[in-house]
């Protein structure tokens, strides 16, 4: 008992010397911990207060961007990173899972770079099942789309124009559509009903054509010009011309200086348009674009009328109608169109919903034979994965963002803007993102009128996105000092106002920082 009791004193002696003599350790060998996202480092106060001066300077700016009453009762996602070292630098609500809208072409346009390259290209063919007999082709006449959503009139014009020099005058048989390319699936799963109508909601086919050079497959441009007189039907022209749609023309012209009111409307599950209200005499066009309900058959049809053009006639008890190609069919002519590389101006410049869809079957068709959303996406989730996302905190239901169930945090969007830096195809992508305040439309796209100030014009380079109630901008800008940055800034459940301004400032705030 005495040994123990000797040994607690001598213990208890120790244990006070050594805390005695703390205080001294620790005033010596001051330090701070310093907590990010990533990591945790131990440094020294002095050179804690430099290393993260700059950081919380940008962070304090951003925070207080955010904190407008307009924001108030919305979800904002903001991830910000470096483009160099990918090291996180801001997070706001990072890893909330937010509806990307058209920020999902992004992942589209970039895994279909990967998978398809920049070179690749969507064809059309005319084949034949029979035998030209002097100026008679006896036999059907197939025009077989595999997904060119770049197919214009002046195509089907000029594939008229070589069957006639190849001496087809007369076909004694069907002219048959074939779509088989794509499955026979129109509209993204979540597609709102009453958007379909419009060009943002375009069917998708693997045979369809586009009205004019902004390729909006699967559509039709409608203009309402002035009658003769008061009281006269307004004209209607279709482009380009079709027997496909009908016009219902309610419409009426009224005296010069009335005002102008005109509704141009196709009903859904229909193909006719109906055309309401009033125009007057000295009043200017109405134009609008409306989709197409099933485009194969426009597309067929608009090739008939090309063949027509041309001279050649359809004899004998010849039909148009949709099938399958054989296997043994000779082709006739065909067309490629632009390399995807080209294609991506006009796809992400102007938010092309139809072009991504396009892009999400054909990697379907191309990975696993099977031109299908369902397909596609799964290609998409494993280019995903591959570049570093976490898939399990993602949900892709289409190529275009059109669907209120897609979801991906801002910070998953900003890690996979960095790591596709790398990729040969990467300049491809770049240059496809719409570039602030430059007014060029197919440089500047939807981003044109937007952050024309020094510091951000031809600066920001970054993908829109807009739906009821969402707002998003991500991309690449480049800071007062130099420093290359990362973005993404997704806002979500707002009802009023715009959200536009609240993104530039933060773009704009990230132009003008100093990091030194």
Same mark, same amino acid.
């Given at each position: ?122 064809? #059309?063919?005319?084949?034949? %099942?029979?035998?030209?007999?002097? *100026?008679? $082709? &006896?036999?059907?006449?197939?025009? /077989?789309? !595999? +997904?060119?959503? #770049?197919?214009?009139?002046? %195509?089907?014009?000029?594939?008229? *124009?070589? $069957? &006639?020099?190849?001496?087809?005058? /007369?076909? !004694? +048989? ?221 949900l892709l239901r289409d190529g275009s963002g059109m669907s209120h169930k897609n979801l991906i945090p801002a910070e998953q969007l900003t890690k996979f803007l960095y790591e596709i830096q790398d990729e ?93």
């Open positions: 008992m005495n040994r123990k009791g000797n040994l607690n004193k001598v213990f208890l002696i120790f244990l006070m010397a050594i805390l005695a003599l703390m205080p001294l350790t620790m005033e010596e060998n001051t330090s701070v911990v310093i907590a990010s996202d990533d990591t945790k480092k131990v440094v020294s106060e002095e050179s804690a207060e430099v290393a993260s001066n700059e950081s919380t300077q940008l962070s304090e700016k951003v925070d207080e961007i955010l904190n407008d009453e307009r924001l108030e009762g919305a979800l904002t996602g903001v991830s910000i990173r470096s483009a160099s070292s990918g090291e996180s630098l801001y997070s706001h609500s990072g890893d909330i899972r937010l509806h990307p809208a058209s920020n999902q072409k992004i992942m589209t346009g970039a895994t279909a770079l990967d998978v398809l390259g920049p070179d690749y290209r969507f064809s #059309t063919e005319v084949l034949t %099942d029979g035998k030209l007999k002097g *100026k008679v $082709l &006896k036999g059907n006449l197939y025009l /077989k789309g !595999k +997904g060119d959503p #770049t197919l214009m009139k002046k %195509d089907l014009i000029q594939f008229a *124009k070589e $069957l &006639k020099e190849k001496g087809v005058h /007369k076909i !004694k +048989g069907d002219l048959i559509g074939d779509d088989n390319w794509f499955d026979d699936v129109r509209l993204s799963t979540d597609l709102n009903w009453d958007d379909e109508s419009y060009y943002t909601g375009a069917q998708i086919s693997a045979l369809t054509i586009a009205p004019n050079d902004d390729y909006d497959a699967g559509t039709v441009i409608v203009e309402v010009y002035p009658g003769e007189k008061a009281g006269a039907s307004p004209e209607v022209k279709l482009i380009p011309e079709t027997d496909y749609l009908t016009i219902v023309n309610k419409a009426k012209t009224v005296s010069g200086g009335e005002s102008k009111d005109i509704s141009i409307e196709r009903i859904h599950g229909t193909n006719n348009i109906v055309i309401e209200g009033n125009i007057p005499l000295d009043g200017s066009k109405s134009r609008v674009w409306r989709s197409v309900w099933e485009p194969t058959g426009y597309a067929l049809d608009v090739f008939k009328k090309a063949l027509e053009e041309q001279g050649i006639q359809l004899i004998g008890n010849s039909t148009v109608k949709l099938g399958v190609t054989p296997e043994k069919a000779t082709v006739l002519t065909s067309k490629q169109s632009m390399p995807l590389k080209d294609l991506y101006i006009p796809f992400m410049k102007l938010s092309n919903n139809g072009h991504a869809e396009v892009l999400v079957k054909e990697m379907g068709k191309f990975v696993h034979g099977e031109g299908s959303w369902d397909k596609g996406i799964e290609v998409m989730e494993e280019k995903l994965s591959e570049f570093g996302v976490d898939t399990d905190t993602v040969s195809w990467f300049p491809v992508f770049e240059k496809s993102l719409p570039v602030a305040g430059m007014s060029e439309r197919l440089v500047g796209g939807t981003l044109r009128g937007r952050m024309t100030g020094d510091s951000t014009k031809g600066n920001v380079t970054a993908k829109t996105g807009s739906l009821t109630g969402v707002s998003t901008l991500s991309g690449y800008v480049t800071s007062k000092d130099g420093e290359e940055l990362i973005f993404s800034v997704m806002m979500n459940n707002y009802i009023d106002g715009s959200m536009t301004e609240i993104q530039d400032e933060i773009a704009t705030t990230l132009a003008e920082h100093d990091f030194e």
